[in-house]
């Protein structure tokens, strides 16, 4: 009688616990992978604020059912990559190097936000150019949220009027606390992908040889309502502001590190996570290579050769999986 009243008392204590932690689920190309064109990461805080972070290549479109419910999308930067000038034409299609892809005239960035009716969280500059695709899309007018701090989900499309430093909070009906994103500086370009631009402004482009640059690439650092300080990397190169913005400011216990080659992170980035912003764990995505089979780690990998030098916990965005966070940045499920 004792030993099931200890059992029971356990369990009681247990599940509120887990209901504390943060839910991370990748979405990418091929259920159970991480693969070379994987971006798309949903993030769930225990109060229900439910966020998309760059949709990129990675979703059918503002339907995907992987998806579900999405309050915010994060938009880091205007690659095509990450905006997402292409859609997936359906999980699993095509190879894990080279998924299959359709194209997405108005952004896949637009296409989940007008279907969500989500709030967009990205610099103003960037905010003007997926305002015009929603409009496309649906025929409505989007403009900025009336304040820096709304109540999900937000009665009609509109995006965060903030730029580098800036904070956006987000919480559900009745919660104490919201959900706080502040976009953070990254070290890349900014360009637009022309396939999204209009056939004046291309061929204007082209006679200069030039590129359209929408203000500058960022990260962001999430802080969720259980402790969890999460830093989205975008895609960056080592830069100072890992350590005196990310670590020392904001304390981030978990990074999501882009790991694509043009930046240089497979190079730096051990150095970046182990000495600038020595975060608790490390989700790695944006591989720019298949780096899993069966859902194991290809040892062959650039990826697998960056693990060996990381000093915290590394964990791969495997699509479909989810994994849960506690408020330490430590991983307590699904990993």
Not at 41 to 47: C, H, L, N, S
Not at 105 to 126: D, G, H, Q, Y
Not at 156 to 181: H, M, N, P, Y
Not at 247 to 260: I, S
Request: charged share 15%; proline share 6%.
């Amino acid at each position: 009688m004792k030993t099931a009243c200890a059992a029971m008392a356990l369990s009681l204590a247990v599940f509120p616990a887990l209901a504390q932690n943060v839910k991370i689920t990748p979405v990418g190309s091929h259920p159970g992978e991480l693969c070379a064109n994987d971006r798309a990461i949903v993030f769930e805080d225990p109060t229900g604020v439910r966020v998309l972070y760059d949709p990129a290549h990675n979703v059918t479109g503002g339907d995907d059912p992987r998806l579900g419910a999405i309050h915010l999308v994060l938009l880091s930067h205007m690659h095509g990559d990450h905006v997402g000038d292409l859609k997936l034409k359906a999980p699993g299609e095509g190879t894990c190097a080279n998924s299959a892809r359709m194209p997405a005239p108005n952004s896949t960035t637009a296409e989940v936000v007008a279907a969500k009716n989500a709030a967009l969280v990205t610099t103003r500059a960037m905010a003007g150019f997926v305002h015009n695709k929603v409009q496309a899309i649906s025929g409505g007018k989007m403009d900025f949220c009336s304040s820096l701090s709304v109540t999900v989900p937000v009665k009609a499309a509109c995006s965060s009027r903030i730029d580098l430093g800036g904070v956006f909070t987000a919480k559900t009906e009745g919660a104490s606390q919201g959900v706080e994103i502040t976009i953070v500086y990254a070290a890349h370009v900014n360009n637009a992908p022309p396939a999204l631009l209009s056939e004046s402004q291309r061929t204007a482009l082209k006679a200069d040889g030039a590129q359209l640059e929408y203000g500058p690439a960022t990260g962001f650092v999430v802080k969720f309502t259980n402790g969890l300080v999460a830093y989205l990397s975008g895609d960056t190169g080592i830069h100072s502001e890992m350590k005196t913005v990310v670590n020392e400011f904001h304390k981030a216990n978990l990074a999501v590190l882009n790991l694509g080659p043009n930046p240089g992170i497979f190079i730096s980035g051990a150095h970046a996570m182990n000495e600038l912003v020595r975060p608790a764990s490390v989700i790695l995505t944006h591989v720019n290579e298949p780096v899993t089979e069966g859902g194991k780690l290809r040892p062959s990998t650039r990826t697998a050769a960056l693990i060996k030098q990381l000093k915290a916990p590394a964990h791969l965005a495997i699509s479909g999986r989810t994994m849960e966070f506690d408020g330490q940045g430590k991983c307590v499920g699904g990993c």
